[in-house]
């Protein structure tokens, strides 16, 4: 398969996991980026989410993090491509692409409301799922798993601390 | 949209705009439409400008149903993950699990065995019958057709039975699990399912009889809610609602996974790009479906429905009994787990709605470090709007239906 054409300067790094091709790309350059793979048929945004990656196991580290993961689909080629953006935890930004993708709105209305990464340049960027006046975000691995206090319970503390491995 | 320079009063919870936009009376009402209406399929909030009875913007509020699936899948092994994944989508809890469980079985790269892809392909289609059901008896009742809702039923409790039959449950089956499926199908259940395989097309023509040609039912969908080509791809748009715009797209033929390429069957699509195509194009996979049951029950293979590997489920019960490598593998499956590769995966599988997909991401360990479901219903509620403007009010009742979205699917 054809790598698509990409401006220069923007490839951390690249290769095929379980079938499907993906690209690292610098947080910068995301939107030239996706402007030239839409202008290549990847005219198919299928979804995009974040990954937290806070005291990950794995031997070779992730750069940061957070991962941004955009999927998306060449319909005519029946071809698929995963973009992978780091975004470091003492400035989680990245630049919103509703203008290029519009179902990238939501999604990055859910990736604000549950990881707490702001997306500049996005029209409404306010809680989509977790209730408006919610503290926190909580798909981050420290966001304690937890329950709500229960009255007349005596463990509801323990509940809301974070679990070892998060 | 900007009402900074229009003059707003509040009466009664009701905002009315005075100002430059004129419509009947040169104003603008701001409703809240939900989140308690019968006809928003859920608890949708949808909060609309109208100008007269001409809707100016439409601003779906969600979350009603977010129920954190996706955070308490990590707190979760591998295997114990399926029951969560039945809940999200809740018409439709097969094809959720057959998503999870083939992104599950990629990362460990093992495949299910032909007896148990026939009864995946078996099931998502049964699925995929009882969730249109469900639509188009609610969709009939919301439109004023009350009759249609008793037919639909009545076929969907079939189905129901038939979950009861293979997995003992009738919604939340989790009877499709990484590395196969719960269980191998009883005689009783292939019974009863060629028996519902012979009813349905004249159950289905029945269904037409009462809609199709229906005068109200055509006054009311047709023209209504249109979505072009260009615009359903550009929202994203997946499922019923793109092959209503005509473009011929369904992932169990485009990206097939359990042989789905193996069963002579047509993709459904119409170009009516409006209300009434989405219907039609609901109707013809009913039919498309029952094709495929009967391919499928006809020519289901014989084996076993697990993959052979103690690693991944646990050894027969017998075994149990004589060895004592089953019972150390008993043991740690039921006390830690499985542990795929570190890696991540993304697997699509077509719902009655759209494109169900799910993304993990796997650290190593025998919990998943990220769970994402792509849910169709999410999408295709963010061309609401678009769909929306500019029609009347009476009309949003028949785009929100043929739209399709289950909330639970939609805030997971």
């Known amino acids: 398969m054809t790598t698509p054409v990409l401006p220069e300067n923007v490839l951390q790094a690249s290769g095929v996991i379980a079938g499907a091709e993906w690209i690292t790309v610098n947080r910068e350059n995301v939107r030239e980026v996706m402007r030239a793979l839409k202008s290549q048929g990847f005219e198919s945004y299928l979804f995009m989410t974040c990954v937290d990656h806070l005291a990950t196991p794995v031997v070779e580290k992730p750069p940061a993090r957070f991962e941004l993961v955009y999927q998306l689909r060449d319909m005519r080629a029946h071809r698929e491509l995963r973009v992978r953006v780091f975004v470091p935890e003492d400035d989680p930004t990245a630049s919103s692409l509703h203008d290029i993708y519009a179902p990238a709105n939501w999604d990055e209305r859910e990736t604000w409301d549950l990881f707490g990464i702001t997306f500049e340049g996005h029209p409404d960027l306010k809680r989509i799922l977790m209730p408006d006046d919610w503290v926190g975000h909580p798909l981050r691995r420290d966001f304690p798993v937890g329950g709500e206090p229960v009255d007349f319970s005596d463990d509801h503390e323990t509940w809301q601390t974070a679990p070892p491995e998060a | ?412």
């Open chain 2, 1 to 412: 949209m900007a009402d900074t320079e229009l003059e707003q009063t509040q009466t009664q919870g009701i905002t009315i705009t005075r100002g430059e936009r004129r419509g009947l009376h040169g104003e603008l009402l701001t409703v809240n439409f939900g989140p308690q209406h019968p006809s928003t399929h859920g608890v949708l909030r949808l909060v609309v400008d109208l100008d007269g009875e001409t809707i100016r913007r439409v601003e779906p509020v969600i979350g009603y149903l977010h129920t954190g699936i996706e955070k308490q899948m990590e707190a979760l092994r591998w295997q114990q993950g399926v029951v969560l994944t039945d809940r999200h989508d809740y018409l439709s809890p097969p094809i959720n699990n057959l998503a999870y469980a083939l992104a599950v079985e990629q990362l460990m790269g093992v495949e299910a065995p032909p007896r148990a892809q026939g009864l995946r392909v078996l099931m998502s289609e049964l699925t995929r019958i009882s969730s249109h059901l469900i639509w188009l008896g609610t969709s009939g009742i919301e439109l004023g057709a009350m009759g249609i809702f008793m037919y639909c039923l009545r076929d969907r409790e079939k189905i129901m039975d038939l979950n009861e039959e293979i997995s003992g449950f009738r919604m939340h089956t989790s009877y499709i699990r990484p590395g196969g499926v719960m269980a191998d199908a009883t005689p009783r259940f292939l019974d009863l399912l060629d028996a519902l395989i012979r009813e349905m097309p004249s159950n289905i023509d029945q269904y037409e009889d009462l809609l199709t040609r229906n005068p109200i039912f055509q006054e009311r969908t047709q023209g209504i809610g249109m979505l072009s080509r260009e615009d359903a791809i550009r929202l994203g748009a997946t499922g019923p609602m793109i092959r209503g715009s005509g473009l011929p797209w369904d992932l169990r033929r485009d990206r097939p996974y359990c042989g789905y390429d193996t069963y002579d069957w047509e993709v459904a699509v119409e170009t009516g790009c409006d209300c009434y195509a989405r219907y039609l194009v609901r109707i013809k996979e009913l039919r498309e479906s029952v094709r495929i049951l009967r391919q499928a029950l006809d020519r289901l293979p014989s084996g076993p429905v697990n993959v052979d590997d103690r690693k991944m489920l646990p050894p027969p019960r017998e075994e149990l009994e004589t060895s004592m490598e089953a019972i150390i593998h008993h043991f740690k499956l039921f006390t830690e787990g499985y542990s795929p590769p570190p890696g991540d995966v993304y697997v699509a599988v077509e719902s009655g709605r759209g494109e169900n997909g799910c993304y993990i991401v796997s650290d190593g360990t025998h919990k998943p470090r990220r769970v994402k479901f792509r849910s169709a219903s999410f999408v295709n509620l963010q061309a609401l709007e678009h769909m929306a403007m500019g029609s009347m009010l009476a009309d949003f009742i028949a785009i929100i239906g043929t739209a399709d979205t289950v909330l639970g699917d939609c805030d997971r």
